[in-house]
């Protein structure tokens, strides 16, 4: 089976292509790297591609797409996810700088796209809004938290860091405590989006960006409990939540089975765990629902 090592870009749909540009360039200090027609794709500042918008008639969060091993086989790999009862299919030329994918649908409705080859679309780009230094993350709502995080666990090989009682799962494919989160809800749709900034100060400097374009920040600054992440959240014109964070764990070495050290850490040494209910930050101004 295939093992996921990074994330690679998210797409979404939306019914304004011309907004949802103008905020992720404007504000989340995107590139625009190419459009074409009602696709755009952007990329960070160093020229990695981390979103893919397409125009459709709602707001959402259709696709992940995921790095695998530049070993992997995809014909191989194909016939082994049909044996586990997953369709796929192999396109080329799916977005700028990736040649070629593999395309399933995880068990919420996703798609997932793996690739092994890519390319930067430029680099040392300048930018004019926030800026951030790669995408970390994405977080889903949906109804069986405990469906995805195991399709997630056996299809594509990533691995448990935490959990919040029995409704909040944390997952990682590489040493980042996690790559997605799966929280539970009523309906399947997006919790978040969430992006490395540099340090705290880039995310004061986020801070006073959001308050300068009148974007209400509504969470944070908080220090997060599992993931131990210092994070900041807004929302975009579709009213998709986007997080920047920091310092967010890492588990160097899976054998040794803890994350990083770090003096704010609950437990020494910090290995993934269940989190009781009410334990989800470390300190920062409580959400409200």
């Given at each position: 089976m295939p093992q996921a090592r990074r994330i690679g870009h998210a797409t979404f749909e939306?019914?304004?292509l011309d907004r949802e540009i103008d905020y992720w360039v404007n504000v989340a200090g995107l590139v625009l790297a190419e459009r074409e027609g009602k696709r755009a794709f952007l990329a960070t500042?160093?020229?990695q591609l981390v979103v893919e918008l397409n125009e459709g008639p709602e707001a959402r969060?259709?696709?992940?797409s995921f790095e695998v091993s530049p070993k992997t086989d995809f014909a191989a790999l194909g016939r082994e996810l049909a044996a586990e009862?997953?369709?796929?299919a192999l396109a080329n030329d799916v977005a700028p700088g990736m040649k070629r994918a593999l395309t399933l649908e995880d068990n919420k409705g996703t798609k997932v796209q793996l690739f092994s080859e890519w390319s930067y679309l430029g680099d040392h780009h300048q930018v004019t809004g926030v800026g951030p230094m790669k995408l970390g993350h994405v977080a889903f709502v949906t109804p069986d938290v405990k469906a995805v995080t195991s399709f997630y666990e056996k299809v594509l090989r990533f691995r448990v860091s935490d959990w919040i009682g029995d409704w909040f799962s944390f997952m990682r494919c590489g040493p980042d405590h996690h790559?997605?989160?799966f929280v539970r809800g009523d309906k399947t749709?997006?919790?978040h989006i969430a992006f490395e900034a540099k340090d705290m100060s880039h995310i004061a400097s986020a801070c006073d960006l959001l308050g300068h374009k009148g974007i209400p920040i509504t969470w944070g600054p908080v220090r997060h409990g599992p993931g131990h992440n210092v994070s900041v959240?807004?929302?975009d014109p579709d009213n998709n939540t986007v997080e920047f964070y920091i310092d967010l764990d890492q588990m160097k070495d899976e054998e040794l089975g803890y994350f990083e050290p770090r003096p704010w850490h609950r437990d020494l040494p910090q290995r993934p765990k269940v989190w009781e209910n009410g334990t989800s930050q470390l300190w920062g101004m409580k959400r409200h629902a």
């Amino acid at each position: 089976m295939p093992q996921a090592r990074r994330i690679g870009h998210a797409t979404f749909e939306t019914p304004d292509l011309d907004r949802e540009i103008d905020y992720w360039v404007n504000v989340a200090g995107l590139v625009l790297a190419e459009r074409e027609g009602k696709r755009a794709f952007l990329a960070t500042k160093v020229g990695q591609l981390v979103v893919e918008l397409n125009e459709g008639p709602e707001a959402r969060c259709a696709g992940l797409s995921f790095e695998v091993s530049p070993k992997t086989d995809f014909a191989a790999l194909g016939r082994e996810l049909a044996a586990e009862g997953v369709a796929s299919a192999l396109a080329n030329d799916v977005a700028p700088g990736m040649k070629r994918a593999l395309t399933l649908e995880d068990n919420k409705g996703t798609k997932v796209q793996l690739f092994s080859e890519w390319s930067y679309l430029g680099d040392h780009h300048q930018v004019t809004g926030v800026g951030p230094m790669k995408l970390g993350h994405v977080a889903f709502v949906t109804p069986d938290v405990k469906a995805v995080t195991s399709f997630y666990e056996k299809v594509l090989r990533f691995r448990v860091s935490d959990w919040i009682g029995d409704w909040f799962s944390f997952m990682r494919c590489g040493p980042d405590h996690h790559t997605v989160n799966f929280v539970r809800g009523d309906k399947t749709q997006l919790a978040h989006i969430a992006f490395e900034a540099k340090d705290m100060s880039h995310i004061a400097s986020a801070c006073d960006l959001l308050g300068h374009k009148g974007i209400p920040i509504t969470w944070g600054p908080v220090r997060h409990g599992p993931g131990h992440n210092v994070s900041v959240y807004h929302q975009d014109p579709d009213n998709n939540t986007v997080e920047f964070y920091i310092d967010l764990d890492q588990m160097k070495d899976e054998e040794l089975g803890y994350f990083e050290p770090r003096p704010w850490h609950r437990d020494l040494p910090q290995r993934p765990k269940v989190w009781e209910n009410g334990t989800s930050q470390l300190w920062g101004m409580k959400r409200h629902a």
